[in-house]
Each structure stands twice: as C-alpha cells, then as structure tokens.
C-alpha cells in the first residue's frame, strides 16, 4: 500500500520520520479550529431521515502537475460524502467565485448558494517526488474553520487522502467515525448457474481498485478481514474439500487453519486476531471451535447434538453470537467466549441466521427468513429491539462498517443475480455497491492502517 503521512493544518508533528507511517490517530492530530465550536453545522445521524445538508467541494488548487489532482481529490470527496445520504454536494456550476487553496474564503458568496459547509484546500510539491495535499472545512454560517489537516504522499496515492479528507469531514459533522478509508473483500460470481465460479475480489468501498485475490479453479465462500486487515479468513473447497484458509492480501500466500478432521467453515477473526472461531462439521452435526493462532491448540466450546455454526465475537472479545438449531428451528443464541452461559436471544416469527455484532458492541445484525421472505435486521445483544432495515427476495449476510452505521448485504431480486448492496442504520439510503462481476458474501474491513 502506499505511503502515507498525516499532519495537522498547522505544520508536521516532529515524531513523524518514515514514509512506512500510514496513519496518525486523531489523538496525536487534532483539527485545528479558529474559536470554541459554536458551529452552525451538524447532522443528527440517529434520526430515520434526515435532509441532506448543502456543501460545496472545491477543487483543490495547486500547479500545473496538482491542477488534475485537485480536481480528482474533489470529485472523490464529494462522492464519499453523498454516497452516505447525509450530504448534498453543490454543483460547481453554481460556485459564484473560485475559492483560493487554505485562505479564508468569502463566505457571503457561499451563502449566496446556500452552502452550510465548504471544503476548500490545495496541492504543492514535497520532498522526494511527493505531494503535500491540505484542506480546511469551513461552517459558511459561522463563518469558522472546523478542520484542517495535510497529508504527504506520493501523487498516485490521491485517492486514499480523498477518502481520508472524506472521513474528517464525515466525524466532524456528524460525531461519529468515517468508514471511506477501508475495502471490501467479497464473492465475485460467474459462469452458468449450475456450475458458478466463485472468487475471492477485494476492492476500495467505492469499489474503485479492484482486485481478483482467487483464479476461480476452487469454490471460496465467507470472507472476512483479520483487524489488521493485512489477512482475510475463508472457506475454500480446494482439492474438493472444504476447509479454512487465511490469506495474506499483499503476498497471496495462503494456508489451511487448523487439521480439523470433518469440514470446516463460517470462520471469523477475533477482535485482536489473536485466534480463529469457525463451526466443524462432524458426524452430521456442526459445533463450534476456537483455534489459537499462535499455538495451533483448538478448543470445541458447544456440544450439543446439532447445528452451532455462524460464530461472531463481540468487539471486546468476551462474548459470541451463533445461530443454532438445537430448539427445532434456527435461531440466534450468545454465550461467552469460553462457551458458558448459551442462551437464545431472538424469538420472532421466523428463522434468524448469519449474525454479525456490531463494532460499537450494542446491536447484532441478522438475515432473517419468513413467511417466504428475507430480512436484514438489529436487535440488541438481549434480543430486545428486534428492528427489520430492508427486505426481499433474497437479502443475507450483513457486514458492518467500522462505524456501526451502515451495513453491506447480499441482494438478489426474483430472476436476477446476486449484488452488493449498502444501507444505513435507520434503513434508509439504499444503494447498490457496483462490482464488475456478481457479487455475495460481502465483508467490510476495519479503518486502513
């Protein structure tokens, strides 16, 4: 991945001594702002809907070689934001005049066209063929700047700082994390419906940088991101046996998890990716196994003469949602992550599977099937709070983005292919993830490193 450096709008911090470093947290970074925050601008994202609000991306000003760049960084930024259903990017046709780099803009004239916020920034060479890309987001009606911060990089490496810029803007105005800066690893489908090809892609969540990560000569299902987001975890049916493997994103070595004895499936990293949780299939029942990855040592944490599969952690690692048949019917059930304490927490109409637990631990995704339909759904850890987000012919398999806010699912209408969909918390702003191929089995990273 390419280089990156992070400074705030007023200059570098001296720790900073390699290109290797590819992120700074906010803690080390703090947004330069010009007076106590008595902005105008601020967007409630818990609300069901919410009217988009107004904001003008200018293209960033720099020389003959950030001419282009400035623009591209803006047209990725402005993408970002209206892709979450929060912002509303002004035309530039309506700009009145051209705001110039980091300078305080006229802020009557933004007003002129109702823009509530305003990104403005600029491009100048740096040391060794890089660029230094600055911006500064404005609140138009307070007449203040909210943030600001520069990023060094190599010019082909644009598009990580648009959504870098994209996720400041996104946590200063709404409160909440960004989830630009992050990937996508998937199921990219092919081939006559009898007989798919199925294949590992991976690609930026806007789904630009596409990436084939399998050939397609074995059968990959289930994905999912170590949190170091270097390695995905997975169900490969190489030499027609299913197993796990981990794979290694940059290199593309790849090995098997674990000398289970039946098929092994439904993997998933935990929190610190110190271990593997997957459901082993034996004797024609399925329950649930912890493998440290570190020692190889594995651990069956259910025995119970059914189907356990569908593990995930909560984030801090100490509990783990499953799905299970063993009350007649599949459902949803938690235990803590040495398999004590195993109680059923969904107990509406119909059949829950897939569960996913959110990254801010307060809510559990589910697909749920009934009455001939599929859901994608929240409840709470308890099982209170049941809430249903979207529905259809088939939708499955919910991943989170880093935030807890916005979800992507498998959807399939009647007689069509599989895509990739996205949709927020509130079950509002639906929209297709477009992918070169169709697509299931979608998995969100954790913010880039």
């Known amino acids: 991945m390419p280089s990156l450096l992070l400074f705030p709008a007023n200059g570098p911090i001296p720790m900073l001594s390699t290109l290797r470093t590819l992120f700074i947290a906010a803690l080390f970074l703090a947004p330069i702002v010009t007076s106590p925050a008595y902005a105008l601008m601020?967007?409630?994202?818990?609300k069901g809907t919410t009217e988009p609000l107004p904001i003008a991306v200018t293209d960033l000003s720099g020389g003959a070689e950030g001419s282009q760049i400035?623009?591209?960084?803006?047209?990725?930024?402005?993408?970002?934001?209206?892709?979450?259903?929060?912002?509303r990017p002004i035309d530039k046709a309506s700009f009145i005049e051209k705001a110039s780099g980091t300078t305080v803009p006229n802020f009557p004239s933004w007003r002129q066209i109702n823009a509530a916020g305003l990104v403005t920034g600029d491009i100048k060479a740096a040391e060794n063929g890089n660029v230094e890309v600055e911006f500064r987001l404005w609140d138009v009606f307070a007449e203040q700047q909210m943030a600001g911060r520069s990023y060094v990089t190599s010019p082909?490496?644009?598009?990580?700082?648009?959504?870098?810029?994209?996720?400041?803007?996104?946590?200063?105005l709404t409160g909440e994390g960004g989830y630009f800066d992050t990937r996508i690893v998937y199921i990219a489908e092919s081939g006559n419906p009898r007989h798919r090809i199925k294949r590992l892609a991976i690609m930026d969540q806007d789904g630009e940088n596409h990436k084939f990560l399998t050939d397609g000569?074995?059968?990959?299902?289930?994905?999912?991101?170590?949190?170091?987001?270097?390695?995905?975890?997975?169900?490969?049916?190489a030499n027609n046996k299913p197993r796990v493997y981990v794979r290694d994103i940059e290199t593309g070595r790849e090995r098997i998890l674990g000398d289970f004895p039946g098929m092994s499936f439904a993997p998933r990293f935990s929190p610190d990716g110190s271990k593997a949780v997957m459901s082993v299939s034996?004797?024609?029942?399925?329950?649930?196994?912890?493998?440290?990855?570190?020692?190889?040592t594995k651990e069956r944490i259910t025995s119970d003469p059914s189907i356990n599969t569908s593990p995930s952690y909560s984030p801090d690692g100490s509990q783990i949602v499953f799905n299970s048949d063993r009350g007649g019917s599949q459902q949803l059930y938690t235990m803590s992550s040495s398999g004590a304490n195993q109680q059923r927490i969904s107990f509406g109409n119909g059949h829950y599977g897939t569960p996913v637990w959110s990254p801010r631990g307060d809510l559990i995704a589910f697909t749920k099937i009934a009455g001939g339909n599929f859901?994608?759904?929240?409840?709470?850890?308890?099982?209170?709070?049941?809430?249903?987000?979207?529905?259809?012919?088939?939708?499955?398999?919910?991943?989170?983005?880093?935030?807890?806010?916005?979800?992507?699912?498998t959807k399939q209408d009647r007689g069509s292919s599989p895509h990739l969909y996205s949709i927020d918390l509130t079950g509002s702003n639906e929209r297709e993830v477009v992918t070169p191929t169709d697509a299931s089995d979608p998995a969100w990273s954790p913010l880039l490193q």
């Open 282 to 296: 034996e004797n024609g029942n399925s329950n649930i196994y912890i493998l440290d990855l570190r020692s190889g």
């Open 217 to 237: 000569l074995d059968m990959m299902l289930t994905p999912r991101f170590s949190p170091a987001v270097q390695q995905v975890i997975y169900l490969s049916y």
């Open 156 to 172: 082909s490496n644009w598009r990580r700082v648009s959504h870098l810029i994209a996720d400041e803007i996104y946590k200063r």
């Open 70 to 87: 400035g623009a591209d960084i803006s047209r990725v930024i402005a993408a970002d934001l209206e892709r979450s259903g929060l912002f």
């Open 42 to 46: 601020n967007i409630d994202i818990t």
């Open 375 to 409: 859901y994608i759904g929240v409840m709470r850890p308890d099982g209170s709070g049941e809430r249903i987000l979207t529905q259809g012919f088939l939708v499955e398999g919910p991943s989170w983005a880093p935030n807890g806010r916005v979800i992507i699912f």
